[in-house]
């Protein structure tokens, strides 16, 4: 018997340079344009320096079969790790979403006597086939041994003007991109997965047919179909996704749970009816087609003043009373592109 003392082992702390397993090194944390380059945070003349993130957020251990990696002594074992955003940048300046967020992959090497985990090596992913990634928060391990991301607080296509949320895209944009106008919002409130490589790399895909939401963590369940989906939303649901087939999210249906009366939030309170309502059925592939094809007022009308107009249905969104109009034949887009407002309406 063995006998060990409980603590915290620190792999890396954000802002350090680390071994990128090529020979060179990378900034842990970094943030990176759409070619890859680190984002330079100019804020503080004479202090320019790459982005890094202060919040590392969901991530995945996990092993993967005939795992080999250079500087391994012991057992390959992997981490993904997302970071969520950049507080501030140098000169005290809100960056909250303004920046692209980074996932990595380390490999760390297992002490076989003691289990003992030690970094070896610092993986970026490459996210710029998936047009960069959006506040990445909760995460969680698929069955199949995917790191299932997130994108929290999708951005309000119908938001894109002046307002704070306007502001957000542009600068999330110019980081991106080096154009404040080039970042679609119907991009970004997806369901990124990471699958890990034998050699420590890592490949990433996103998932548009999860619904376009306020992702924060999602639960697949025993039958490898059918997932249950946070959303850190205000005025948001409970949504769940079946896949057409298992181990694969490429395509399915997506449904809002209806809470029927009496519900309670107190424990003891009195149970009540859950009903779901399915919004729709899409691939991946075609809802990005329509995120590349439409604009939001391609898919509803939405006002934010009550128009005494009876065609216009009154829901909320994010805390504000909108007055909503679905355009004729546009259910599929609405329910997979706008799909706070389709599942309140």
């Known amino acids: 018997q063995h006998s060990y003392q409980l603590a915290y082992e620190t792999f890396f702390t954000t802002g350090d340079m680390l071994p990128d397993g090529r020979g060179g090194q990378i900034l842990a944390g970094g943030n990176f344009d759409i070619h890859n380059r680190p984002i330079i945070d100019r804020s503080v003349a004479g202090k ?6 202060d919040c590392p957020d969901g991530s995945s251990l996990l092993t993967v079969p005939n795992a080999k990696v250079p500087g391994v002594k012991g057992n390959p074992v992997f981490a993904v790790v997302q970071f969520e955003y950049v507080t501030r940048d140098q000169g005290g300046n809100d960056t909250y979403g303004k920046l692209p967020s980074p996932i990595a992959v380390l490999t760390l090497d ?3 006597k003691t289990g003992k985990l030690s970094l070896v090596k610092y993986h970026n992913v ?9 506040i990445t928060c909760g995460a969680s391990l698929s069955p199949w041994n995917t790191h299932l991301s997130s994108e929290e607080y999708e951005p309000d296509a119908f938001d894109m003007g ?3 949320a306007g502001k957000q895209m542009r600068a999330f944009s110019k980081n991106l991109f080096g154009d404040e106008n080039r970042a679609n919002p119907y991009h970004y409130g997806h369901l990124p997965e990471v699958t890990v490589h ?4 890592g490949s990433i895909k996103k998932h548009y047919c999860l619904g376009r939401i306020s992702h924060e963590l999602i639960q697949v369940l025993p039958d490898n179909r059918t997932v249950l989906m946070g959303d850190d939303a205000t005025n948001g649901g409970l949504f769940m996704f079946v896949a057409d087939r298992p181990r694969d999210l ?3 249906s997506l449904y809002v749970a209806k809470v029927g009366s009496g519900f309670n939030v107190d424990p003891n309170g009195s149970a009540a009816s859950l009903t779901w309502i399915k919004l729709g059925h899409a691939t991946s592939r075609e809802v990005q087609q329509m995120a590349d094809k439409y604009k939001p007022q391609d898919i509803m009308t939405v006002l934010t003043e009550d128009p005494n107009d009876p065609s216009f249905t009154k829901i909320m969104m994010s805390g504000k009373a909108n007055w909503v109009k679905l355009k004729p034949g546009m259910e599929k887009a609405a329910a ?3 799909t706070h407002r389709y599942a309140a309406l």
Do not use: V
Request: net charge negative; no cysteine; glycine share 10%.
């Open 126 to 134: 490459d996210t710029s086939k998936i047009q960069g990634l959006w």
């Open 162 to 164: 002046d307002s704070k």
């Open 48 to 53: 320019e320096r790459p982005f890094f993130s």
């Open 250 to 252: 490429s395509s399915g």
């Open 198 to 201: 034998s050699d420590g790399t």
């Open 336 to 338: 997979f592109l706008e």
């Open 110 to 112: 297992q002490n076989p």
